[in-house]
């Protein structure tokens, strides 16, 4: 099936520091790729929709100086948390649909990379 | 805002069917329902999608009200495994931008599979 890898898995890093997260489609090509961010206890909320050799767009309240997303190819898109602070650590996550089911496309489930771990001290 | 409504937390034998309920009242003509689930610490994972004909494949079934206004997901034989949360989810087509395909996770159902 449709793998999606994510890297890092987990990222320690001092507050101030900017931070990169990738999301690459393996077997597949993606047009879009979404980024979500998950805190404890509750659910995925969804930050941007990237899209590939355009700007992203983001949900209401997301800062798009904050959390930059770059979808230069279609197997990768990266998401970069500037100056990150503690506030910002979360579970980072990014999903993506394949654009080659010509027809099925429409309804073709997207499928998840298995995040990214981002703790600011 | 998400668009269903699934209960908090069911239990359910290891061994034995689980049944998730979820309700999607708003949904329309064209709006497929997706399943996913989430294991602790990991990313969702894609179980089952329908439009209106009940769906089945390895995983689990997906019985679709003829209204469209609610569907359950069937796992024939839960597992411990299968303790996880679950989310419905109506997928939103367009927004005043054009087409978008995103996902609105709601809150989900917590499913602990006891032994």
């Known amino acids: 099936g449709a793998v999606v890898s994510q890297h890092p898995s987990w990222v320690i890093c001092k507050s101030g520091t900017s931070v990169k997260i990738e999301c690459r489609s393996l077997?597949?090509?993606?047009?879009?790729m979404f980024w979500y961010r998950q805190f404890p206890k509750q659910s995925l909320m969804l930050m941007a929709t990237?899209?590939?050799?355009?700007?992203?767009?983001?949900e209401q309240g997301v800062e798009k100086d904050k959390f930059l997303i770059n979808h230069a190819s279609l197997t990768l898109s990266t998401l970069t948390v500037t100056s990150a602070h503690p506030e910002d650590s979360s579970f980072y996550i990014c999903?993506?649909?394949?654009?080659?089911?010509?027809?099925?496309?429409?309804?073709?489930?997207?499928?998840f990379g298995d995040g990214t771990r981002l703790s600011i001290l | 805002d998400a668009k269903t409504t699934q209960p908090p937390s069911m239990d359910c034998a290891e061994g034995r069917a689980a049944n998730l309920p979820c309700n999607h009242s708003?949904?329309?003509?064209?709006?497929?329902v997706y399943w996913y689930r989430q294991i602790h610490s990991q990313g969702p994972q894609y179980i089952i999608h329908?439009?209106?004909n009940n769906e089945t494949n390895e995983m689990a079934s997906l019985i679709i009200t003829e209204d469209r206004k609610s569907s359950t997901l069937i796992l024939p034989h839960a597992t411990l495994r299968d303790t996880a949360v679950y989310y419905c989810?109506?997928?939103?087509?367009?927004?005043?931008?054009?087409?978008?395909?995103?996902?609105?996770f709601g809150t989900g159902t917590l499913l602990a599979v006891q032994p």
């Open positions: 989810i109506v997928r939103v087509e367009w927004e005043w931008g054009g087409a978008t395909n995103k996902l609105i």
């Open positions: 329908g439009l209106k």
């Open positions: 990237s899209n590939e050799g355009s700007k992203a767009t983001y």
């Open positions: 999903s993506a649909r394949d654009r080659e089911l010509r027809g099925l496309e429409s309804n073709q489930p997207q499928h």
């Open positions: 077997d597949f090509q993606a047009t879009t």
């Open positions: 708003t949904i329309s003509g064209n709006e497929y």
